[in-house]
């Protein structure tokens, strides 16, 4: 078996599953956020009735995270709904957005949008924070009302996004029917050369696929340059899985990983057991790929879908309106140090917006020193516009009071993992997805560039 048909049989209670079947399996955890809670809960009351009591209130974790920083009323109003639903059903994991259990949350949009307007409980992306708050074990099975679901699978877990129906069915008896996935094989070797990232991988994968290349399949990455990528590199490619159309993207278990999540369980007093799984000699895979990291270069994924692969040193005759750095792919520690790293010293030529993923992040950029200066404070000089305000932010455009959001037609090159039309705003804007240091490199040019132009 698979990794992914491993984690499914055991949650299945079985022995041996293959593709194709379909099997009741248990939940670890279940997650959602201020987008689908809402819904999710009305689901949940509709079918199981008004006084019913969730599966298990410690295997439920609610991270506000989208609309927050906004002074869209109705937006404001789903995160009270989140808070009132934990409060009734004495949720154990809530990451509200402010202190007072009792409080209301309003986005205060005279102080601006770069201030800190959040409170000590709140984490960020539901995506990055899962793992730093200790919700991802190797094994498990992770449901989340959020397509990037898939990212957990760099722990190897089997993460996936469901709808809010589901969603609502599993809040209330803890288990799903699903169909075993068939299972993509992307062997990885060779070595990431200076310039190059992980968003380029997972942009050479899709590319090699197209962004249906992967529906319903899980999108197994292992092989011996597996085992060098750190773990942010391994969560941006799980990440992208699900823009192949992939059901999940999962990892093998190596001592990284042991490292991560018993340290982030400990941090944070949860749960500290699980059983990983391991690869063993009967997979059966319906496609595979080598992908040697060693010959690949910076890739774009031009408008308007993330499989349109081009070289980034091609497309240098492709002005740009702005620049946008964040999200649960591409706004992680590490990436705005390979970021900062392209940009120290430099100015940006166009509108710049860095919006870390994670208040933890934040703190890390404001602490990291590079001589008598701070990551942040290099970022700021260089011209990029950093909030603190964790968030989606503009990866999903939002209401049109959205930090970093497009509201009229241009063009922007970002960090973040998903480029159909519309979907850092205006519909005829055009997104082009990029690493981090492609991002940074074309920021200083103000049209598409190859970061090793900068790199000495
Ligand atoms: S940062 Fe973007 S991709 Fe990630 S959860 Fe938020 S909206 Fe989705």
Not at 201 to 209: A, P, T
Not at 258 to 278: I, M, S
Not at 348 to 376: C, H, M, N, S, Y
Request: hydrophobic residues 40%; proline residues 4%; contains cysteine.
């Amino acid at each position: 078996m698979t990794l992914t048909e491993k984690i499914l049989a055991r949650a299945a209670g079985k022995t041996q599953v293959q593709a194709g079947d379909n099997v009741w399996v248990k939940a670890d955890v279940l997650m959602t956020h201020d987008v689908c809670g809402p819904g999710t809960i009305g689901v949940f009351r509709r079918e199981f009735g008004e006084n019913a009591q969730v599966w298990d209130r410690n295997k439920i974790v609610i991270i506000p995270d989208h609309y927050i920083f906004t002074a869209d009323s109705k937006s404001n109003r789903n995160v009270d709904i989140l808070r009132e639903f934990v409060k009734e059903q004495q949720v154990e994991y809530f990451y509200d957005v402010i202190d007072d259990p009792n409080g209301h949350w309003v986005f205060d949009a005279t102080q601006g949008q770069l201030r800190r307007q959040y409170g000590s409980n709140f984490a960020g992306v539901c995506h990055t924070a899962l793992p730093q708050k200790g919700h991802t074990r190797p094994g498990e099975i992770l449901f989340g009302t959020d397509s990037h679901t898939c990212m957990a699978g760099a722990f190897n877990e089997f993460a996936t996004g469901i709808g809010n129906t589901d969603a609502g069915f599993v809040m209330g008896t803890g288990r799903l029917l699903l169909k075993v996935p068939e299972t993509m094989h992307f062997r990885l070797e060779g070595k990431l050369q200076p310039g190059v990232m992980a968003k380029d991988v997972i942009l050479h994968c899709i590319g090699e696929i197209g962004f249906d290349g992967a529906t319903y399949r899980a999108m197994q990455f292992d092989g011996p340059a597996a085992t060098h990528l750190c773990m942010d590199d391994r969560m941006t490619i799980a990440n992208m899985a699900i823009e192949a159309g992939g059901k999940n993207g999962i990892f093998g278990f190596d001592a990284q990983t042991q490292a991560y999540v018993d340290y982030r369980c400990k941090l944070n007093g949860t749960k500290a057991t699980y059983e990983p799984v391991e690869r063993d000699h009967e997979e059966k895979f319906v496609y595979e790929l080598v992908v040697d990291l060693s010959k690949l270069e910076p890739l774009v994924a031009c408008h308007p879908d993330p499989g349109q692969r081009k070289l980034a040193k091609e497309l240098n005759h492709i002005r740009l309106d702005r620049a946008y750095i964040g999200s649960c792919t591409g706004g992680k520690t590490s990436d705005f140090l390979d970021f900062a790293r392209v940009i120290r010293g430099k100015h940006v030529a166009i509108d710049t917006f860095g919006v870390p993923a994670t208040p933890e992040i934040v703190r890390d950029l404001q602490a990291a020193r590079w001589g008598d200066k701070t990551v942040w404070q290099i970022l700021v000089e260089a011209g990029v516009q950093m909030t603190e305000n964790a968030s989606c932010a503009a990866c999903l455009g939002g209401p049109t009071d959205t930090f970093g959001r497009m509201n009229t037609p241009m063009k922007c090159i970002s960090a973040t993992n998903r480029n159909f039309p519309g979907r850092m705003g205006h519909r005829e804007s055009q997104v082009f997805l990029a690493s981090p240091m492609t991002v940074a490199a074309s920021a200083i040019t103000g049209k598409i560039t190859d970061p090793r132009e900068f790199l000495s």
